[in-house]
């Protein structure tokens, strides 16, 4: 299977995000990672599920959602990787620049569609990022079409939940009572099609034996199967 890479720089928000883009050749759609907090496009749980959705025909984007300056450590950076509202903006951000590329010329997606037509769009977001994820698909409901959360706080998304259009599947490890209490009552104010996977033996950071694989499983067959029926 080929993959076309490139590495690029994604204007959102009013800022400029790096971010690493890998489409397969007719590819079904494309897979925007919203990472947790502290974390970055380097993220190692989410290049393993990247990986894997790659393996499925499936393109991704994993962008940093805070830029350089923001990473340095100090009190007002540390408030930025739970700002929500302004993780989600700079998300609905890079998937406006998705809707808005030229894909015919020079850019890596090779799908069977009309030519000029955007791929369809996935959301995975983990931990805060997931939160953020569910604000950005409420945002932008034609866009986006599947939202997938691993070990996520989507109760932190709050009103958001109701708008949420793209079906969503969340995934929460066996071992963490707490984010599965708060996922059950957020799936609750869901009022789109959703799922509530538990993975046996698993803690929040899904680091035992086979944990991310059966993420990795569950997550692209969730969006194999609703972004090819868009």
């Known amino acids: 299977m080929g993959l076309h890479t490139l590495a690029t720089g994604i204007d959102a928000a009013g800022v400029r995000l790096d971010a690493d883009l890998v489409m397969p050749a007719e590819a079904l759609g494309?897979?925007?990672f919203a990472h947790g907090s502290g974390s970055s496009r380097h993220s190692p749980r989410n290049t393993v599920v990247a990986e894997h959705l790659h393996r499925h025909r499936l393109g991704t984007i994993l962008p940093d959602l805070l830029t350089r300056d923001e990473t340095i450590e100090d009190e007002h950076t540390r408030r930025l990787r739970f700002d929500?509202?302004?993780l989600a903006d700079r998300l609905i951000g890079v998937i406006d620049w998705i809707g808005a590329q030229d894909w015919r010329h020079?850019?890596?997606y090779q799908?069977?569609?009309e030519p000029n037509v955007?791929?369809?769009?996935?959301l995975f977001g983990a931990s805060t990022g997931a939160a953020a994820a569910l604000v950005a698909a409420a945002a932008r409901r034609d866009a986006v079409r599947a939202v997938v959360s691993r070990g996520g706080?989507?109760?932190l998304a709050g009103p958001a939940l109701v708008q949420v259009a793209a079906p969503t599947l969340l995934i929460v490890g066996e071992h963490d009572p707490d984010v599965m209490a708060l996922n059950r009552d957020a799936r609750a104010q869901l009022t789109t099609l959703s799922d509530l996977l538990m993975i046996p033996g698993a803690g929040h950071l899904f680091e035992e034996e086979g944990a991310l694989e059966q993420v990795s499983a569950a997550a692209a067959a969730w969006f194999?199967?609703?972004l090819r029926r868009a």
């Open 30 to 32: 494309v897979v925007l």
């Open 84 to 86: 929500i509202g302004m």
């Open 106 to 108: 020079g850019q890596p």
């Open 111 to 113: 799908g069977n569609h």
């Open 118 to 122: 955007p791929p369809v769009i996935g």
């Open 153 to 155: 706080r989507p109760d």
């Open 224 to 226: 194999a199967d609703h």
